[in-house]
């Protein structure tokens, strides 16, 4: 499933990709934020060509 996604979603995004989900994970845990709120900050950085496919 990994080298499925890492082809379909490219290396550097499928690195934030699992940042963002283990921090959520974390943060969770902790009742600190949750994984929506957190990719919306990967989007917001994310580069204009990448947002739609994210």
Do not use: D
């Amino acid at each position: 499933m990994i080298i499925e996604a890492r082809r379909q979603f490219g290396a550097k995004i499928l690195r934030e990709l699992i940042i963002v989900a283990c921090w959520s994970i974390w943060t969770h845990r902790n009742e600190k934020h949750i994984f929506r709120e957190e990719f919306g900050l990967v989007i917001h950085k994310a580069e204009p060509s990448l947002k739609m496919e994210l």
